[in-house]
């Protein structure tokens, strides 16, 4: 009962700095990458158990890319994406970091990541949902060393490859809800306590 009220309470709040903070080390954490260590590979969801698909990402250097937490501030903002959505998102990375996908990226498979389970997030959970070309927009950043961002092809390519890794199944379950969002809603829990 404490941690529907708490979840409740949760998925009423904005998105803020310190769960995209939280979204970005929970990435890091279940999503394993020590398959993708030549860094001279050029980027892309190579799947091939998944999908026939293999994106055409450009290859970039670590200079050239923004790190996942200001990606996904960037992507939050743009989209306007819900808690509900973003909780979606670690559900469906939680699934599939014990998949173990094989990329030849080291720089950027976790914004791809969280890019196509953001997008699936948001076909599943809302009525509207921005359109791919719209996600496509949304991705491109500028930074300091040029323009970092997925264009339309590299997008669908990507959320085919994790829609097929995710078996095609979207479905959120409560449980899984209250594990992902687990240190989020500790404090959450503690306020209801104490009032």
């Known amino acids: 009962m404490l941690n529907d009220l708490a979840l409740r309470q949760l998925l009423r ?10 979204i970005a080390n929970f990435s890091f954490l279940v999503i394993q990458c020590d398959w993708a260590r030549d860094s001279s590979k050029s980027i892309g969801l190579h799947l091939s158990d998944a999908t026939s698909t293999r994106p055409e990402i450009p290859a970039y250097s670590y200079d050239s890319v923004p790190s996942l937490e200001s990606f996904i501030g960037h992507l939050v903002i743009k989209s306007g994406a819900s808690v509900s959505v973003v909780m979606g998102v670690l559900v469906y990375l939680r699934r599939l970091g014990r998949i173990q996908p094989r990329t030849g990226s080291i720089y950027t498979i976790y914004h791809q990541m969280f890019l196509a389970c953001l997008i699936l997030s948001a076909k599943y959970l809302n009525d509207i949902s921005p359109l791919n070309r719209h ?11 040029g323009v970092f961002g997925f264009t339309l092809r590299d997008i669908n390519s990507i959320e085919m490859s994790v829609i097929s890794l995710l078996d095609w199944d979207l479905r959120i379950t409560m449980d899984e809800l209250y594990i992902v969002s687990g240190p989020l809603l500790a404090p959450i829990r503690t306020s209801i306590r104490k009032r």
């Open 135 to 145: 996600w496509a927009y949304y991705s491109t950043m500028r930074l300091p060393s």
């Open 13 to 22: 709040q904005p998105v803020d700095r310190s769960m995209i903070s939280y």
